[in-house]
């Protein structure tokens, strides 16, 4: 049991995350290549994404206004964003691309619409949660080690 109630309760945050389906095993490999050399590396690589991909929402975006629709433009789109986004283990955001590319696949602009609005959902609702996450993993100071959810 975690001694430092701060750390427990970034314990039981970072295991909703999982448990939920926001998060997948890459997260968890980011941070086992985080130490004491590099203590904010899976934070300085999750805002790294994010910074990126919103660039590449905005293209996206971009393409979608346009009709008709290129879906070989937007399915490359989407590749680089669900690439992007299994780096960091975002299953939910992951899920949401490889709907999104079916649809391209189909040739299904409102189905691509449609997926790119939840698509969108789930990647601020991520983004909102893992920076509540860090803000608290700041907080209670360094850990000593990673560890698989249970």
Do not use: W
């Amino acid at each position: 049991m975690e001694k430092n109630p701060m750390r427990r309760q970034l314990a039981i945050m970072r295991q909703a995350l999982f448990d939920q389906g926001y998060l997948d095993e890459q997260f968890i490999q980011l941070e086992e290549l985080q130490d004491d050399a590099n203590p904010n590396f899976v934070e300085e690589v999750v805002t790294s994404y994010y910074r990126d991909s919103a660039r590449l929402i905005l293209k996206i975006e971009q393409a979608l206004e346009r009709k008709p629709f290129d879906f070989n433009k937007l399915d490359g789109y989407m590749h680089q964003f669900k690439g992007s986004s299994s780096s960091i283990g975002a299953k939910k955001v992951k899920a949401e691309s490889t709907l999104f590319r079916e649809h391209c696949n189909s040739g299904n602009g409102e189905g691509c619409v449609r997926a790119f609005q939840q698509l969108k959902q789930e990647y601020a609702t991520l983004k909102k949660k893992l920076e509540a996450y860090f803000q608290l993993a700041r907080q209670a100071g360094p850990m000593e080690t990673a560890c698989r959810p249970k």
